[in-house]
T-cell receptor, first 113, second 118 residues
């Protein structure tokens, strides 16, 4: 079954530092991959999606992710963290039935000044 | 252009009562998905519906939980005889109506309904 694993349930960075949030997918090459962000007491918002058109995907708020088949990874990065980036981030992949997205357990990003 | 609307945002029930959560999808969307979020567990898929049809309910508990998406009106997630373990945030998402769901369809989420069972 398709699945994603997010390494690290909590990541802490200083403002201005590089953000790296890790996501690995199951060995079956997924047609699509997604990153969503959830701010406190809100729903999930799409950050970016991979649709095989390009391996480096740029999203909103300065985030990007690179699809690496050899590493079965789709890590999310941002060169310089802002305080406003503090949130929970979810990686997701379509389930095999194609009827829903399967989410990872999430990574909480904390940004300190 | 309202997004996905969920209500109530917060619901408190005592054990044994019923909880009804409502979701109105984005305009033009006829696919609705329900997810449950528990702390440290991420989002768990519950059910996928189209108008008047349940397409995939593989994530729904076998008892006490049901969902519908009638021809008119919002989608309803119903939990009968609630127990403390049902306390969670329940999120609804919708996607556009073209064809079957494919991974390229983007899910748009509501702000969630937070159920607390006393």
């Amino acid at each position: 079954a398709q699945s994603v694993t997010q390494l690290g349930s909590h990541v802490s960075v200083s403002e201005g530092a590089l953000v790296l949030l890790r996501c690995n997918y199951s060995s079956s090459v997924p047609p699509y991959l997604f990153w969503y962000v959830q701010y406190p007491n809100q729903g999930l918002q799409l950050l970016l999606k991979y649709t095989s058109a390009a391996t480096l995907v740029k999203g909103i708020n300065g985030f990007e992710a690179e699809f690496k088949k050899s590493e079965t990874s789709f890590h999310l990065t941002k060169p310089s963290a802002h305080m406003s980036d503090a949130a929970e981030y979810f990686c997701a992949v379509p389930g095999e039935a194609g009827t829903a997205l399967i989410f990872g357990k999430g990574t909480t990003l904390s940004v300190s000044s | 252009n309202a997004g996905v609307m969920q209500n109530p945002r917060h619901l408190v029930r005592r054990r044994g009562q019923e909880a009804r959560l409502r979701c109105s999808p984005m305009k033009g969307h006829s696919h609705v998905y329900w997810y449950r979020q528990l702390p440290e567990e991420g989002l768990k898929f519950m059910v996928y519906l189209q108008k008047e049809n349940i397409i995939d309910e593989s994530g729904m508990p076998k008892e006490r939980f049901s969902a519908e998406f009638p021809k008119e009106g919002p989608s309803i997630l119903r939990i009968q005889q609630v127990v403390r373990g049902d306390s969670a945030a329940y999120f609804c998402a919708s996607s556009p109506s073209w064809g079957e769901f494919s991974g390229a369809n983007v899910l748009t989420f509501g702000a969630g309904s937070r159920l607390t069972v006393l």
